[in-house]
């Protein structure tokens, strides 16, 4: 049996984690979603749902897989075993299989933005007639197989050096930086002529957007996406804490900087949409027609623009690292392979699976709206429904306030149990209505 992994120190798991929450739902989605749903009306919702149950979540995940020191599917196995029954493995594959599927449609977009950061640093968007146009001549096509390709070799080559010398020490490199970056292209982008009209469409909030119950969906499926994927992606980050690591605080310091890196993207590119009079609410085209626009008509765009897309690679990396990590885990915990021989199968077998989503836009839409609106919810509900009910809440509660300063009060478990655990459902339930919240 080979020795488990551990992380070196509090801080460099709290940068991974960070790292794995901030993704391109903090760039992409986040900005138009505060605009698009009452600007400063939205965040009532949306720091009440990020806080409370992100917070939860996390904590959930984190000492779940820190109790039993094993990703997803030997941590429910264990869970199952105790009470006499035999399929907790069984249902330890769903969680694992959801973060594999958002992995491997991930990872194309991983491509996508890896072109993009190099179309800026070869200046070549000054050369490009109709952005719009080129990104639709782009996706869906072969030319994105070979950025795929790198996105895949990229994550495959850091997550092969193991957790320390691998996760850690790149977390520890790229969050700083990217950090760094949106304060650099905050101040650019708050100094542009008209800025201030973006600026009130983020700060003035519209209250009539409190009574429609889309916005709170939209709030409540932001902040759970964001930062608790599918009931094993942070959990298997957990499995490599060691005891005296404090997990609600580390918890809440994941909530806040992923919620400090939405709200500096949101001031990023909303100002700069209104200051060259671009649609804010464009939806998912914002981040790969809308805001490469700007850049190239912005004064000083080549720089600027190099800056954003490498802030932007970081997060889909750092993401894309913490997703794979999830498939490696569970075939090394299952199958004694090597760390080495498991990301090479996992990252061969998701850019072969990938490949006809990089062909076809229909599959790749089915496909990711499969995994994201069925099987990540499931797996979230799932592993409230194993870690609050089967394993228990006050167990639960003794292990996250191992190593706690603040210990969690017993007040905290029928949150947890009922609310926790109800709200999972009902994001399930609403994904499912609505084609996805996330």
């Not at 991974?16 to 901030?22: E, H, K, P, R």
């Not at 464009?282 to 850049?295: M, R």
């Not at 029928?414 to 994001?427: D, R």
Request: aromatic share 16%.
């Amino acid at each position: 049996m080979q020795e488990r992994e551990t992380w070196s120190s509090k801080l460099g798991f709290i940068l991974a984690c960070i790292g794995a929450a901030i993704g391109l739902g903090n760039i992409w989605m986040f900005p138009w979603r505060l605009g698009a749903y009452g600007g400063a009306a939205f965040l009532i919702p949306y720091l009440f749902f990020v806080l409370v149950l992100g917070t939860t979540g996390l904590m959930e995940e984190f000492s779940f897989g820190r109790s039993k020191k094993k990703g997803a599917i030997g941590a429910f196995e264990d869970v199952y075993k105790d009470k006499g029954l035999n399929f907790g493995d069984k249902l330890g594959i769903i969680p694992v299989l959801g973060v594999t599927g958002v992995f491997i449609f991930y990872s194309i977009v991983v491509g996508w933005i890896l072109k993009y950061f190099t179309l800026t640093l070869t200046n070549s968007f000054e050369s490009i007639e109709s952005i719009p146009a080129y990104f639709g001549t782009f996706v869906g096509t072969p030319n994105t197989i070979l950025w795929h390709l790198i996105g895949i070799l990229l994550t495959v080559i850091i997550v092969s050096f193991g957790i320390k010398e691998g996760i850690e020490k790149v977390n520890k490199v790229m969050m700083p930086i990217l950090f760094g970056i949106l304060v650099i292209l905050l101040f650019r982008s708050l100094t542009l002529p008209g800025a201030k009209a973006g600026i009130k469409f983020l700060l003035l909030p519209d209250w009539s957007k409190l009574s429609d119950p889309i916005t709170w969906i939209m709030a409540l499926g932001q902040s759970f996406f964001t930062v608790s994927l599918g009931g094993a992606a942070m959990l298997v980050y957990g499995s490599y804490l060691k005891e005296d690591v404090d997990i609600p605080s580390s918890a809440f310091n994941t909530v806040l900087f992923n919620t400090i890196s939405s709200f500096l993207a949101a001031f990023v590119i909303i100002p700069a949409t209104f200051a060259f009079g671009l649609d804010p609410q464009a939806g998912p085209p914002l981040l790969f027609i809308t805001v490469p626009t700007i850049f190239k008509s912005m004064p000083g765009g080549y720089f600027f623009g190099a800056l954003f897309f490498l802030s932007v690679v970081f997060a889909a990396l750092s993401s894309a690292i913490n997703l794979i990590e999830v498939p490696v885990e569970a075939l090394i915990e299952r199958f004694s392979l090597s760390r080495k021989k498991s990301v090479f199968i996992v990252g061969f077998l998701a850019f072969l699976i990938g490949l006809p989503l990089d062909l076809n836009m229909n599959i790749f839409g089915l496909f990711a709206d499969t995994v994201t609106v069925y099987l990540i919810p499931i797996g979230a509900v799932l592993a409230a429904i194993t870690f609050f009910w089967v394993y228990g809440v006050d167990n639960a509660r003794n292990e996250i306030n191992k190593g706690a300063e603040k210990p969690l009060g017993i007040w905290w478990e029928p949150f947890a149990k009922y609310i926790f655990t109800g709200v999972a459902i009902i994001v399930l339930v609403l994904g499912i209505i609505y084609g996805g919240i996330g």
